[in-house]
């Protein structure tokens, strides 16, 4: 009874992984009209004694979220998937227009600005942070 | 001997040197490109479904960009920094339009321009123009665009130059804006172009 406890609470650990030491500020989505992708930025702090590494996100309010970067060269711009960023112990990083950016698709809902949509992001040993992004419109920089 | 009259005739010379210097020393925080590229010349569909030429655009500073309604980030970036620039121009952005052009027109139907333009202020016109009409625009002023590989939901991107060009009110191309280019140096040039004009 005792093993099978021990078992269930370790299960339970498991599946809710939630990353001690790593936050979000600044969390923000750029809502677009006419249901085309919206843009979210933020900045990851890992305060974790181990380096973390971000391989994904997503949120109840949309269909699918990626990880991009926007990409300046010889006058093109280019916005590519991201698989994985590596944030040292102590580290930082953010998501801004111009650099990393979520590309957050096909709404579920009606989105509104000014409201606040959760985003959960996603790292390589399955822990999550889960911040609330405010949504903003398309002239907010 | 320094008298009081060879005194004044040499602040003359000198107002008049330094006044001339003036003249011809104007500063531009973003790239000139006067007489470097054609002048504005095009055949579209404007986002309210009217057929339009660069004519339609004459007496207005314009802005055109190239750009896509599912760009998740550069497209909405320089919308953005734009509508900031041109809300803060001493004429909050009269006599100025900005022409933001699809090179996606498979997805952007001009209804669909309408409302993402017009998300962005009053001086944005959307433009959507036939697989020719495109082309020409395109390569009149080196704008190059490709499409990625679709995902499995058929979605993809599209990699496309980031240049921002600036006509005057003749349709003369003076000026290229690129993404580092801040809203305050955009909203500088733009009200020095507008000076240019009597405007």
């Not at chain 1, 009209?33 to 181990?50: E, I, Y």
């Not at chain 1, 996100?57 to 010889?74: I, K, N, W």
């Not at chain 2, 697989?131 to 599209?158: F, I, M």
């Given at each position: 009874m005792?093993?099978?406890?021990v078992?269930?609470?370790?299960?339970?650990?498991?599946?809710?992984?939630?990353?001690?030491?790593?936050?979000?500020?600044?969390?923000?989505?750029r809502?677009?009209?006419?249901?085309?992708?919206?843009?979210?930025?933020?900045?990851?702090?890992?305060?974790?004694?181990?380096?973390?590494?971000?391989?994904?996100?997503?949120?109840?309010?949309?269909?699918t979220?990626?990880l991009h970067?926007?990409?300046?060269?010889?006058?093109?711009?280019?916005?590519?998937?991201?698989?994985?960023?590596?944030?040292?112990?102590?580290?930082?990083?953010?998501?801004?227009?111009?650099?990393?950016?979520?590309?957050?698709?096909?709404?579920?809902?009606?989105?509104?600005?000014g409201?606040?949509?959760?985003?959960?992001?996603m790292?390589?040993?399955?822990?999550k942070?889960?911040?609330?992004?405010?949504?903003?419109?398309?002239?907010?920089? | 001997?320094?008298?009081?009259r060879?005194?004044?005739?040499?602040?003359?010379?000198?107002?008049c040197?330094?006044?001339?210097a003036?003249?011809?020393?104007?500063?531009?925080?973003?790239?000139n490109?006067?007489?470097?590229?054609?002048?504005?010349?095009?055949?579209?569909?404007?986002?309210?479904?009217?057929?339009?030429?660069?004519?339609?655009?004459?007496?207005?500073?314009?802005?055109?960009?190239?750009?896509y309604?599912?760009?998740p980030?550069?497209?909405?970036?320089?919308?953005?920094?734009?509508a900031?620039?041109?809300?803060?121009?001493?004429?909050?952005?009269?006599?100025?339009?900005?022409?933001?052009?699809?090179?996606?027109?498979?997805?952007?139907?001009?209804?669909?321009?309408?409302?993402?333009?017009?998300?962005?202020?009053?001086w944005?016109?959307?433009?959507?123009g036939?697989?020719?009409?495109?082309?020409?625009?395109?390569?009149?002023?080196?704008?190059?665009?490709?499409y990625?590989?679709?995902?499995?939901?058929?979605?993809?991107?599209?990699?496309?130059?980031?240049?921002?060009?600036?006509?005057?009110?003749?349709?003369?191309?003076?000026?290229?804006?690129?993404?580092?280019?801040?809203?305050?140096?955009?909203?500088?040039?733009?009200d020095?172009?507008?000076?240019?004009?009597?405007?």
């Amino acid at each position: 009874m005792t093993r099978l406890a021990v078992l269930l609470v370790s299960a339970l650990f498991a599946v809710n992984a939630w990353a001690a030491g790593v936050t979000v500020s600044g969390a923000w989505i750029r809502h677009l009209p006419a249901g085309v992708p919206a843009g979210g930025f933020f900045t990851l702090h890992n305060q974790s004694k181990h380096a973390i590494v971000l391989v994904g996100a997503s949120s109840p309010d949309y269909a699918t979220v990626m990880l991009h970067q926007t990409v300046e060269r010889g006058g093109t711009s280019k916005m590519m998937p991201v698989h994985r960023i590596e944030v040292p112990t102590g580290g930082a990083v953010t998501f801004r227009p111009g650099a990393y950016h979520l590309m957050l698709m096909h709404a579920k809902h009606e989105i509104k600005v000014g409201s606040k949509i959760p985003v959960t992001l996603m790292l390589f040993d399955g822990a999550k942070v889960t911040a609330q992004f405010e949504v903003r419109g398309p002239t907010a920089r | 001997m320094l008298t009081p009259r060879l005194t004044r005739r040499l602040a003359t010379l000198a107002a008049c040197a330094a006044l001339a210097a003036c003249s011809n020393k104007i500063q531009w925080r973003t790239d000139n490109i006067d007489g470097l590229m054609p002048t504005l010349e095009f055949h579209m569909t404007d986002d309210a479904g009217k057929t339009v030429t660069a004519q339609a655009y004459r007496g207005k500073i314009v802005l055109l960009y190239f750009g896509y309604t599912n760009c998740p980030d550069t497209c909405p970036t320089t919308l953005a920094k734009l509508a900031q620039a041109l809300k803060h121009t001493k004429n909050h952005g009269a006599g100025m339009q900005v022409l933001f052009v699809t090179v996606d027109p498979k997805r952007d139907s001009i209804s669909h321009m309408h409302a993402y333009v017009r998300s962005f202020g009053p001086w944005f016109v959307g433009l959507v123009g036939t697989p020719d009409e495109l082309l020409e625009l395109t390569k009149r002023y080196r704008v190059t665009y490709s499409y990625g590989k679709p995902d499995k939901d058929g979605n993809y991107e599209v990699t496309h130059s980031s240049a921002v060009f600036v006509f005057d009110g003749s349709g003369h191309a003076r000026l290229i804006m690129v993404p580092h280019d801040s809203a305050e140096a955009i909203t500088a040039d733009l009200d020095q172009l507008a000076a240019q004009a009597g405007g």
